[in-house]
């Protein structure tokens, strides 16, 4: 599909900066529409996009640099460098956010027109144009691309979307009936849901390592969704929530140069489906804000990010439907007195890990062996680095002592002091 935008555009050239998303995030903030292209393709970006302005991203190519001013010169269109005039190392300042302000508004003339509900209105048109008659099949997963994609398809096309939920048995407490309950009952979505958890289960027996658990899970995922899908029949496409930094990042590696934008989604190669892709040039907090003006829940549009393979990688060594119940109890505790405490908005990501040790403890006098738990709570602005959360020492105290109350298969709870690197944040 082409991005035919008919907003106003500010290109951003990247040069091999991590900063150029950061550059048109801010842009995008002042709601005007920005879009990031490397360096290799600056040229042809411009004649295409016929922008508005330019920000040329740590520039490494004096000629080339000087090339594309001498462009953007003939055409008139104004060019913003960074160091020269906007610091890419100090971009949360005021100050940076004034120069990027005269920048779009005094030099080159833009509106503020980029708007979630435009947006809307905009996605909303071209899907229809897209699909035409034809039937949508979306995988949703319960995380908020998947499901402000099938919202935007719904509102386009009704009933021609069809959603498969597969529930692999590695989700959260309560989360597959909330999940259809939401989207069913809710905004009235066609949703198949597959209970595959038994398929999964019998698959992970006896498995242990992270990075085998991880494959079982993403074969045995692509399978169940492909019989599905065929049992819809006569689907002709397929919604994917791939967002833009995923866009970008498929699209420009560290040296600047393009990578084929094929399988940004992990789509599997034999399904001959076309893909609609509603939000693939919108940031996160674009994607939050598409929900919110959809109608979704806040407790949906604003959850922590959750690993496909699920709670699979939370569960240290084997993986039992005992086990995993353990882990849920205690999860959903952990989530509990963050929500009450008014944290969970504060945090990134936060979650229970069973380990695969078992200590010695004492109850009513017994002693007891069971299992030690990890809680783990990180920030982090893009998932590759990432700093533990200081939680106050009170509310650490309340989760521990609910924990040991509440789960007896659970006599010790640690909490995770690691940032990342050297650690990651799931611990397999
Ligand atoms: P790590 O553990 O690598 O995680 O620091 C970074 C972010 O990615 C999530 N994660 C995954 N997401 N499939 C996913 O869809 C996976 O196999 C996977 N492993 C980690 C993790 O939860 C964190 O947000």
């Known amino acids: 599909m082409k991005d035919t935008y008919a907003y106003e555009t500010v290109l951003v050239i990247d040069f091999g900066s991590r900063k150029s998303q950061d550059v ?49 010169e003939e055409l008139g269109i104004p060019v913003l460098k960074t ?9 949360n300042t005021s100050e940076a956010e004034q120069t ?8 080159c003339g833009v509106q503020a027109s980029w708007t979630m509900s435009a947006f809307v209105e905009k996605a909303t048109d071209d899907i229809r144009k897209q699909v035409g008659d034809g039937k949508v099949i979306c995988g949703l997963s319960g995380g908020v691309d998947s499901a402000v994609t099938a919202l935007l398809v719904h509102k386009a096309v009704g009933d021609q979307l069809t959603c498969i939920f597969v529930d692999h048995g590695l989700m959260r407490l309560g989360e597959p009936e909330e999940v259809v309950k939401t989207f069913r009952d809710r905004f009235n979505l066609n949703i198949v849901h597959v209970d595959a958890s038994e398929r999964f289960l019998a698959l992970l027996e006896g498995v242990t390592d992270p990075e085998q658990k991880r494959k079982i899970i993403g074969t045995e995922f692509i399978r169940v969704f492909e019989e599905e899908a065929k049992k819809i029949g006569d689907a002709k496409f397929l919604a994917q ?69 699920g709670l699979a990688v939370r569960v240290i060594g084997e993986i039992t439907k005992e086990r995993l119940d353990i882990l849920r109890q205690a999860d959903a505790i952990y989530i509990d007195e963050i929500r009450k405490h008014g944290l969970y908005n ?41 700093e533990w959360y200081p939680f106050p020492h009170d509310v650490l105290q309340k989760i521990s002592s609910r924990i040991l109350q509440e789960v007896p298969q659970v006599n010790r709870v640690v909490y995770d002091v690691s940032s990342k690197p050297p650690a990651t944040i799931e611990w397999e």
């Not at 791939?242 to 399988?263: L, R």
Request: proline letters at 5%.
């Open 100 to 107: 990027v302000k005269d920048f779009l508004f005094v030099r």
């Open 346 to 386: 504060e945090i990134w990501q936060a979650f229970c890990i069973l380990t695969d040790t078992r200590t010695v403890g004492v109850s009513g006098g017994e002693r007891t062996y069971a299992y030690m738990l990890g809680l783990r709570a990180v920030n982090s602005t893009d998932a590759m680095t990432a």
């Open 241 to 309: 929530g791939t967002i833009y930094p995923d866009v970008i990042e498929s699209g420009i590696d560290s040296k600047g140069t393009i990578k084929s934008h094929h399988n940004v989604g992990g789509l599997p190669e034999d399904m001959k489906l076309d893909l609609v892709e509603p939000l693939r040039l919108l940031f996160k907090d674009e994607v939050r804000e598409v929900g919110l003006e959809l109608g979704m829940p806040e407790n949906l549009v604003y959850r922590h990010p959750f690993p496909g393979p």
């Open 24 to 72: 048109a995030r801010m842009i995008r903030k002042q709601h005007v529409y920005s879009e990031v292209f490397s360096y290799t393709k600056a040229l042809e970006a411009i004649n295409e996009k016929s922008p508005k302005g330019i920000v040329l991203c740590e520039e490494g190519n004096a000629d080339l640099v000087a090339s594309l001013e001498k462009k953007a």
């Open 83 to 91: 160091t020269e005039e906007l610091d890419l190392d100090a971009l």
